[in-house]
Nanobody, 117 residues
């Protein structure tokens, strides 16, 4: 069974940076895309960034130019570098993983990111 563990969240001020990490355990085979979603209070969960196993990335318009997603395939770990954070980035951030040819079926427990103004 694949398990994901996020880390790196916290409370920061506007303009600060944070890096989130997501490690997949359980010896996942054929890991495909990994992605970061977030959910703010009272809002729907939304995709923030994704990265395929060959390094192709996509970003939500709201974070383009500020966030960078990366991964270390040898460690089954994905990262989300978040710069120039804004109060509207405040949310619980979730990591998700898809095995090749499948949907995002594995999710982490989430990590809170709070940005004060």
């Amino acid at each position: 069974q694949v398990q994901l563990a996020e880390s790196g969240g916290g409370l920061v001020e506007a303009g600060d940076s944070l890096e989130l990490s997501c490690e997949a355990s359980g010896r996942p085979s054929s890991v495909g895309a990994m992605a970061w979603f977030r959910q703010a209070p009272g809002k729907r969960r939304e995709v923030v960034a994704s990265i395929t196993n060959d390094g192709t990335t996509n970003y939500a318009d709201s974070v383009k130019g500020r966030f960078t997603v990366s991964r270390d395939n040898a460690k089954n770990t994905a990262y989300l570098q978040m710069n120039s954070l804004k109060p509207e980035d405040t949310a619980v951030y979730y990591c998700t993983l898809a095995l090749e040819g499948e949907a995002y079926n594995f999710w982490g427990q989430g990590t809170q990111v709070t940005v004060s103004s």
